[in-house]
């Protein structure tokens, strides 16, 4: 039930959040496209994310699901807490990020180290969260992992 209130709370949050917060220009690119470069680039994998869950890219949302792919995160409710963890961390301020550490700290109490461990992770990460993927879908996830210092 926990898991269904904050996916519902996306969805409706979800608009808004891409209309007034999120300043970028859609990629433009299909998950189809990105499976097309080489296979150990941030695109092959992004596509490769993007296909396994049947998910379409979200115009201006796009660097979500690459934090996803470069920190090896599920996309199930309980993964998507400790990634915003990380991202705050990591220096990321967001409504959407703080809204999701509130609900997910008080519906997953037992899960509060999990949630420390994220935020350490993403702390020790150098920045990220305000980087041009898209520039990036050519360089391997690997490499960008390691540079970035992405454990």
């Known amino acids: 039930m926990r898991d269904l209130l904050i996916e519902k709370m996306y969805e409706i949050t979800k608009k808004p959040y891409q209309k ?17 470069y080489n296979q150990d680039s941030l695109g092959f994998h992004l596509g490769c994310f993007l296909l396994k869950y049947n998910f379409q890219m979200q115009p201006k949302l796009e660097d979500h699901d690459v934090i996803h792919v470069l920190t090896n995160t599920s996309v199930s409710v309980p993964d998507e ?25 008080i519906f997953y109490p037992t899960q509060f180290k999990q949630f420390i461990k994220s935020y350490n992770r ?28 992405i454990k």
Do not use: C
Not at 25 to 34: G, Q, V
Not at 89 to 97: D, E, I
Not at 126 to 145: A, E, G, S, Y
């Open 20 to 36: 007034f917060f999120k300043k970028g220009t859609p990629w433009n690119i299909t998950p189809s496209e990105l499976i097309q």
């Open 122 to 149: 993403g702390k020790s990460a150098h920045r990220i969260h305000d980087l041009d993927f898209q520039k990036m879908l050519l360089v391997p996830v690997k490499t960008i992992q390691t540079t970035f210092n």
């Open 81 to 105: 807490i400790p990634m915003q963890f990380f991202l705050l961390g990591n220096g990321k301020k967001s409504a959407y990020l703080f809204m999701v550490i509130t609900i997910g700290t």
